[in-house]
């Protein structure tokens, strides 16, 4: 069966009696959305402060290719071998966006039988979070024009206007737009452009924000754009935006429940892009689970040259959050794929592609190790395609490298599939005290901080920025240099070629742009060609997904 026919055939429990079941949460302090998903109070998430925190567990993978890894699914597989073994787990993971759901990714729920559910659900409008993010971004865009066009007293260059609009949709042609075309009645004619929800950095303020509070502080510190002087910044609370900014996330802020196929408790809340964005589900949401749970399985967008880097540079650094392990996701498919092997042939055994490989998976364990201090179990999601010959060629790579390598059958046998893998993870996190090392010290220049992702993590040669560019980050250097660096960069490569596989070093990484993210407190290097605008593929998974006459949901994937 599809993932979505295997979902839809899932005994769901209502989910105000599971988290009374599971974690004693009082029905009050959950406001359902239909029977199987619920949001969880400030108020309760605020009374757990005093409680011990559980144990934390990073998943992460090898570089994305074609063929997939398969990351969410063993999170969610991870989470329900560690229930089904007696220890009290919750899993914490993004929302999708529509974005690559209708584009080229499919849903992000798991697959298998480690999926969490209701998957259409979840993949499609969720609880509105990505809506209520969406429209006090363009509200915040609103008020910008709307300001200009009735005498611009706070004198706003709208040549210098920083803050895009934003739609939750792959869509290229609104990349570069024009507004206020029309005559005087439409606004102030001039360029702008859209970024998708999920780079917006009011998606990366919900994500980092602790409370209401903070949330409504950081949407006020937002830097929209620059005065006529060319320096003085102009901030959403200078529009006094960021009031009904905060007002219209009062729900979008709080966490959401739902349940794996095992009815286990996940919460899925927040949702940024790590290619472009930073990659993580909300500090919320984890440090609501950590205090729930034993232990929390949670994940990091694409390879961990980019999520895991986030997850310690961005998150953990603003957060405090300290994770124990962190489990590094492959498949031999895509590991082949890295060897040179093409698409319509990774079915077949070849052990040489596999070992050229391979250097991608060594490449990004010596950083989880290395550079981020953190000890990593290799976790194959199993294929039935993968040979004896295959796995025995990875363990016995992985071995010589130090490194534990468990294969996990999860998406076909569910939690007892991946026992194996969770008792491998239990033998580290059990026996060592949570800790970590940073990629790079706070108080180093910004240009050191790039350069030094770009060299130590991605086997960058050289790293380089137009005068104009070298020019904003020194000027950005004065007032915001203390903050961590997000890098966009594409996801398919360690260098900014998404053609290069394996591990390519010496390359030349370029920094194209520079974004200040003040309210989220990062600042963004947009590397190479990356866009925070996808497109569209050729054949989009739109064009397969449906509504039969009765309501059920298919072509979903």
């Known amino acids: 069966m599809s993932d979505i026919e295997i979902a839809q055939q899932a005994t769901m429990k209502p989910i105000i009696g599971l988290a009374a079941e599971k974690f004693n949460i009082p029905a ?8 199987y998903k619920a949001k969880l109070s400030l108020e309760y998430v605020n009374s757990l402060a005093d409680k011990k925190d559980g144990k934390l567990i990073l998943v992460t993978a090898i570089s994305p290719t074609p063929a997939g890894e398969g990351k969410t699914t ?6 329900d071998a560690l229930n089904r073994i007696g220890k009290k787990t919750i899993m914490c993971l993004r929302e999708p966006s529509l974005g690559p759901c209708f584009g080229v990714k499919g849903g992000a729920a798991g697959g298998g039988y480690a999926q969490v559910v209701p998957m259409e659900d979840i993949n499609l409008h969720f609880t509105g979070d990505f809506h209520a993010i969406g429209v006090a971004h363009n509200l915040l865009s609103a008020m910008i024009d709307n300001h200009i066009n009735h005498g611009n007293a706070l004198d706003i260059d ?21 507004v206020g075309m029309g005559g005087p009645a439409n606004g102030y004619l001039r360029e702008d452009g859209y970024d998708i929800v999920v780079a917006s950095e009011v998606m990366a303020i919900l994500c980092l924000a602790t409370s209401r509070a903070d949330l409504k502080e950081r949407l006020g510190r937002i830097v929209i754009g620059y005065k006529s002087d060319k320096v003085t910044p102009v901030y959403a609370s200078d529009l006094k935006a960021h009031g009904a900014m905060a007002a219209l996330l009062k729900d979008a802020i709080k966490p959401n429940l739902v349940q794996t196929l095992e009815n286990n408790i996940a919460i899925i809340h927040g949702g940024p892009f790590a ?30 040259d980019l999520g895991a880097e986030k997850f310690i540079d961005i998150k953990c650094r603003m957060s405090g959050l300290t994770p124990s392990a962190v489990v590094l996701v492959a498949t031999v498919r895509a590991l082949k794929f890295h060897g040179g092997v093409a698409k319509e042939e990774l079915n077949q055994e070849n052990l040489v592609a596999l070992e050229k490989g391979f250097e991608n998976l060594e490449r990004h364990l010596h950083n989880i190790n ?112 203390s903050f961590p660096i997000c890098m966009a960069k594409t996801q398919m490569s360690f260098s900014t070629n998404p053609n290069l596989k394996g591990a390519p070093s010496g390359h030349t990484v370029e920094i194209r742009e520079v974004r200040l993210a003040n309210g989220a407190g990062f600042i963004v290097a947009i590397a190479g060609d990356m866009m925070t605008m996808p497109g569209l593929p050729k054949v989009p998974a739109a064009e397969k997904i449906d509504i039969t006459d009765d309501g059920k949901i298919i072509g979903l994937f």
Not at 165 to 178: E, G, I, K, S, Y
Request: with cysteine.
């Open 28 to 35: 009050e302090h959950l406001d359902p959305y239909g029977h």
């Open 74 to 79: 063993t999170t969610v597989g991870l989470g």
């Open 158 to 178: 709208p040549r210098r206007i920083q803050w895009k609009r934003v739609v939750d949709m792959n869509d290229r042609a609104l990349r570069h737009v024009v």
């Open 275 to 304: 290619n472009i964005a930073h990659g993580c589900n909300t500090v919320t949401a984890t440090k609501t689970a950590l205090k729930l749970a034993d232990y929390v399985v949670t994940e990091a967008g694409f390879g961990a």
């Open 370 to 481: 290395q550079h981020y201090g953190l000890p990593c179990v290799v976790s194959i999601n199993h294929f039935t395609f993968d040979t004896d010959a295959e796995i025995t060629l990875l363990k016995e790579k992985c071995a010589a490298l130090g490194a534990k390598c468990v294969v996990a059958k999860h998406w076909a046998e569910g939690g007892a599939g991946a026992e194996n893998l969770a008792e491998a993870v239990l033998e580290i996190v059990d026996n060592r005290e949570p800790d970590f090392t940073f990629v790079y010290q706070e108080n180093a220049p910004l240009w050191e901080k790039i350069t030094t992702i770009a060299t130590k993590l991605y086997g960058a040669g050289n790293v380089t920025a137009s005068p104009k560019v070298k020019g904003e980050i020194n000027a950005l250097q004065e007032k915001y240099g």
